[in-house]
T-cell receptor
Framework: DGGITQSPKYLFRKEGQNVTLSCEQN?????MYWYRQDPGQGLRLIYY???????QKGDIAEGYSVSREKKESFPLTVTSAQKNPTAFYLC?????????????FGDGTRLSIL | AQKITQTQPGMFVQEKEAVTLDCTYD???????LFWYKQPSSGEMIFLIY??????QNATEGRYSLNFQKARKSANLVISASQLGDSAMYFC??????????????FGQGTTLQVKP
């Protein structure tokens, strides 16, 4: 089945540690996105990528980094510079070029501070 | 500014009744797409329904329909015959034409729906 796989489902970070969240899609979508969601809140865009080897900052990129070396993969690193990383992280992908393409989401990763 | 507004933080509905979740949007683009997503407590985002700005008929998908009023810039989601499994958070989102190349969506803050037995 085509879809988006995020791993791990739960992740714990120690102070001063960088952690990487995985996102893989087999939908052959060009664009991929990372969102952060705090409890009871909406989605905020961290980074997005329209094409391999290129990505752009979203609304809350500080303290995060990404790479897009393959079309299928868009890992997110939460760096030690992100002082409040506890949140639910969602990865999404979509086709581009028209307005009628929905974003498809993974099941998310819950990140907590130890 | 391009924006989505969902004014109902929380809603209750009795099982088997219909419920309307409100969504208003702001854009100067003539071409845009509107989407609704469902987020159960488990966290995944489920795409429900799409409405294009040039679509003449309101979109329908099973028990979901979209009450699209372009002049009022509203795109309300109607869920008919509510079921207990409809209890979730619902997000309205917009893709303006200017974002078609990036695929970026603008999301509202969401409405939490609780279905009572």
């Amino acid at each position: 089945d085509g879809g988006i796989t995020q791993s791990p489902k739960y992740l714990f970070r120690k102070e001063g540690q960088n952690v990487t969240l995985s996102c893989e899609q087999n939908l052959n979508h060009d664009a991929m996105y990372w969102y952060r969601q705090d409890p009871g809140q909406g989605l905020r865009l961290i980074y997005y990528s329209q094409i391999v080897n290129d990505f752009q900052k979203g609304d809350i990129a500080e303290g995060y980094s990404v790479s897009r070396e393959k079309k299928e993969s868009f890992p997110l690193t939460v760096t030690s510079a992100q002082k409040n990383p506890t949140a639910f992280y969602l990865c999404a992908s979509s086709n581009t070029g028209t307005t009628n393409q929905p974003q498809h989401f993974g099941d998310g990763t819950r990140l907590s501070i130890l | 500014a391009q924006k989505i507004t969902q004014t109902q933080p929380g809603m209750f509905v009795q099982e088997k009744e219909a419920v309307t979740l409100d969504c208003t949007y702001d854009t100067s683009d003539q071409s845009y797409g509107l989407f609704w997503y469902k987020q159960p407590s488990s966290g995944e985002m489920i795409f429900l329904i799409y409405q294009g700005s040039y679509d003449e008929q309101n979109a329908t998908e099973g028990r979901y329909s979209l009450n699209f009023q372009k002049a009022r810039k509203s795109a309300n989601l109607v869920i008919s015959a509510s079921q207990l499994g409809d209890s979730a958070m619902y997000f309205c989102a917009m893709r303006p034409h200017g974002s078609s190349n990036t695929g970026k969506l603008i999301f509202g803050q969401g409405t939490t729906l609780q279905v009572k037995p």
